[in-house]
Structure formats: C-alpha cells, structure tokens
C-alpha cells in the first residue's frame, strides 16, 4: 500500500515557476515509477511526467518538455515537479501516482495503482 500526498500548488503568473511535492508512505517506494498528471476543468486526466523506478529514467508529454522536470528522493520517499516558464493552458489539479510497471507505455496512461489527493495549479495571464 502506498498513500501519496501533493503540496506546493498556487498561483503564478505567465512565465514563473512552481515546485510541487509528492510524499510517499511506505518501505517499498524505490520500487514504485512515479508520475504526475493533469486535469483541467472539463477536460480528461492527462499525463504529464513519470520517472521509472530502478536508474531514475525520464518521459514527458511533449507539452512540457523542456519546461518541467520530474525526479526522485528514494530516501526520504520524495518525488518532485519542478514546472517552469509556466503557461495559462497549464492551469489544472496535478495529481501524483504510483505504479509498479516500468512500461513508458503504461506509465502514460492513467491506469496507476496508487493516486494522491491533487494540488491546484493556476496561472494566471
């Protein structure tokens, strides 16, 4: 069982930055890919960044490429978004999530195991 906590969403105006956290329960985190998703008003839950367990590797939907970063802290069962040059259309409730599979394929998709509560993001034009 892995229970996930999300924190540092808020406002931001076009252009800046935010750091959002994800805190992890549970001894078998390092063994748990992490990803993080969107959703907007209206819209469906889109993946947005993951990091596979086991050597840390990287994806990105093509809409934040370049602009945001995910990564891990295995010993104090951390995993972070760090989301710069920030846009309005990045306005959503971003959810953390767990799952076991190292699949990019299946690390895209919405089906995790395990699911955080979501923070707000805003950015305002």
């Known amino acids: 069982q892995v229970q996930l906590v999300e924190s540092g969403g808020g406002l931001v105006q076009a252009g800046g930055s935010l750091r959002l956290s994800c805190a992890a329960s549970?001894?078998?985190?390092?063994?748990?890919?992490m990803g993080w998703f969107r959703q907007a008003p209206g819209k469906e839950r889109e993946f947005v960044a993951a990091?596979?367990?086991?050597?840390?590797?990287?994806f990105y939907a093509d809409s934040v490429k370049g602009r945001f970063t995910i990564s891990r802290d295995n010993a104090k069962n951390m995993v972070y978004l760090q989301m710069n040059s920030l846009k309005p259309e990045d306005t959503a409730v971003y959810y953390c999530?767990?799952?076991?599979?190292?699949?990019?394929?299946?690390?895209?998709?919405?089906?995790?195991?395990?699911w955080g509560q979501g923070t707000q993001v805003t950015v305002s034009s």
């Open positions: 999530a767990a799952d076991p599979s190292l699949n990019p394929s299946v690390l895209r998709t919405p089906g995790y195991h395990y």
């Open positions: 549970g001894r078998t985190f390092s063994s748990y890919s």
């Open positions: 990091i596979r367990w086991g050597g840390g590797y990287t």
